[in-house]
């Protein structure tokens, strides 16, 4: 993750307010998050789970050219998708990342970032419609564009996206945000009329437990109620290499 601190916010940056400070201690936090870091980041043995599903993995249908978008989360580029891209290359479809190098600019910045890049490689493609895949907080930039209607989209996966502008982020996601001076305050502001658009496309959501950036509650879609839930066996970090997340998304694209 870069320590790039978005643009646009107050030069003051606050960890939790002061109602909280009353009844948190700021070493309970620090324990809290390294132990919720600790969850996170060792994860990746489900990795191990690939091995167990491969035989599976290449059985799932396979596409025909469809064009799929990958948009990676907050403070990460595309290469955290990379290996997501190749596998849904082997199933057939035609993968598009935005390499945008972390996108981590004021949120409406970078909805009008995606939106432009969006329009510009639909039309140098030519392609009528695109399927779009973000990855937590890049997932409400998906959720933007899909509730501007300025893109034709054919349907929208998400991978631990916050959904919801309150108790969304965890002790650990605020102690990093504080750390790189990122104010979540407000970035919760702008999200939510994004969070509580209504929208008519295909909606597939994907969940995890274990997730220790996004509280999992906050990454349901509770305004439309046509949306898919997948409860995937993970933690945030493990959206892009687990087997699960992988079969979800595949089934997911030949099914609308």
């Given at each position: 993750m870069s320590?790039?601190?978005?643009s646009g916010y107050s030069a003051k940056r606050r960890f939790i307010n002061s109602a909280q400070l009353q009844n948190i201690q700021l070493n309970d936090?620090?324990?809290y998050s390294a132990c919720g870091a600790f969850r996170e980041f060792i994860k990746p043995i489900d990795w191990v789970s690939m091995v167990f599903r491969f035989p599976k993995l290449l059985s799932l249908p396979k596409g025909h050219g469809e064009p799929v978008v990958l948009v990676p989360g907050y403070f990460t580029?595309?290469?955290t998708l990379c290996v997501l891209g190749q596998f849904l290359k082997f199933l057939n479809y035609r993968v598009f990342q935005w390499d945008v190098k972390h996108n981590a600019q004021e949120l409406s910045k970078d909805v009008a970032l995606?939106?432009?890049h969006l329009v510009q490689l639909m039309q140098n493609n030519a392609l009528s419609q695109i399927s779009l895949v973000g990855y937590g907080l890049g997932g409400l930039l998906c959720r933007a564009i899909a509730q501007r209607k300025t893109t034709p989209l054919k349907q929208l996966i998400t991978l631990g996206t916050p959904l919801n502008s309150e108790n969304t982020f965890t002790p650990l996601s605020k102690r990093y945000a504080q750390r790189i001076g990122v104010d979540l305050d407000s970035l919760l502001t702008n999200s939510k009329a994004i969070c509580?658009?209504?929208l008519t496309l295909p909606v597939t959501i994907l969940?995890?437990?274990d997730d220790e950036f996004v509280t999992p509650e906050a990454t349901r879609d509770k305004v439309n109620e046509h949306a898919n839930h997948h409860l995937i066996n993970g933690s945030h970090v493990n959206y892009t290499h687990n087997a699960?997340?992988?079969?979800t998304i595949a089934s997911t694209l030949v099914t609308f």
């Amino acid at each position: 993750m870069s320590s790039a601190a978005l643009s646009g916010y107050s030069a003051k940056r606050r960890f939790i307010n002061s109602a909280q400070l009353q009844n948190i201690q700021l070493n309970d936090i620090v324990r809290y998050s390294a132990c919720g870091a600790f969850r996170e980041f060792i994860k990746p043995i489900d990795w191990v789970s690939m091995v167990f599903r491969f035989p599976k993995l290449l059985s799932l249908p396979k596409g025909h050219g469809e064009p799929v978008v990958l948009v990676p989360g907050y403070f990460t580029d595309e290469k955290t998708l990379c290996v997501l891209g190749q596998f849904l290359k082997f199933l057939n479809y035609r993968v598009f990342q935005w390499d945008v190098k972390h996108n981590a600019q004021e949120l409406s910045k970078d909805v009008a970032l995606l939106e432009g890049h969006l329009v510009q490689l639909m039309q140098n493609n030519a392609l009528s419609q695109i399927s779009l895949v973000g990855y937590g907080l890049g997932g409400l930039l998906c959720r933007a564009i899909a509730q501007r209607k300025t893109t034709p989209l054919k349907q929208l996966i998400t991978l631990g996206t916050p959904l919801n502008s309150e108790n969304t982020f965890t002790p650990l996601s605020k102690r990093y945000a504080q750390r790189i001076g990122v104010d979540l305050d407000s970035l919760l502001t702008n999200s939510k009329a994004i969070c509580e658009a209504k929208l008519t496309l295909p909606v597939t959501i994907l969940y995890a437990p274990d997730d220790e950036f996004v509280t999992p509650e906050a990454t349901r879609d509770k305004v439309n109620e046509h949306a898919n839930h997948h409860l995937i066996n993970g933690s945030h970090v493990n959206y892009t290499h687990n087997a699960k997340v992988w079969e979800t998304i595949a089934s997911t694209l030949v099914t609308f």
